[in-house]
């Protein structure tokens, strides 16, 4: 898994802001300030819809207009379009269908309740250097992020 001080590999993955389906580019995001690359395992598993929401809900997008957050998966760009409208997602759902992303952040879990190669929890801030700031990993698929640690390397930025 990357670390903090690592280069945060660059990647075009398709996604969707629950109504557009287009590209997103690590690099575009970045020249505008940090990023929190959110990596998680289904749409709609319920552990994933409550560490999706709580970033809806931490206020980063009021105090920190320059933060980008951007959460990925391997489900398609049109399963995440209707997670995030259902959920009120306030931030753009990127698609990682062949695992090639996760395994480039050493976060690609081999199998979990019976599907392969899929993306473990996992959150990483990466700076305008794209430069990785903070990384955690979940030891279970089950495991939250540590927010505030999150948010203090934000601050720190």
Known sequence: MLTAGDAAPDFILPG???????????????????VVLAFYLFDFNPDCTDQLCSIGNFGWFDVRED???????????????????????????????????????????DEVAGHRDVCNRAVFVVDTDTTVRYAWAADDPEGQPHWEEVRAALDDL
């Open 16 to 34: 969707t802001d629950g109504e557009e389906v287009r590209e997103y580019m690590l690099a575009e995001h970045t020249r505008e300030g940090p």
């Open 67 to 109: 933060v980008t957050v951007l959460g990925v998966s391997r489900d398609s760009a049109f399963s995440h379009r209707a997670f995030a409208r259902e959920h009120a997602i306030p931030f753009p759902l990127l698609s990682d269908s062949d695992g090639a992303v996760a395994e480039r952040y050493g976060v690609r879990l």
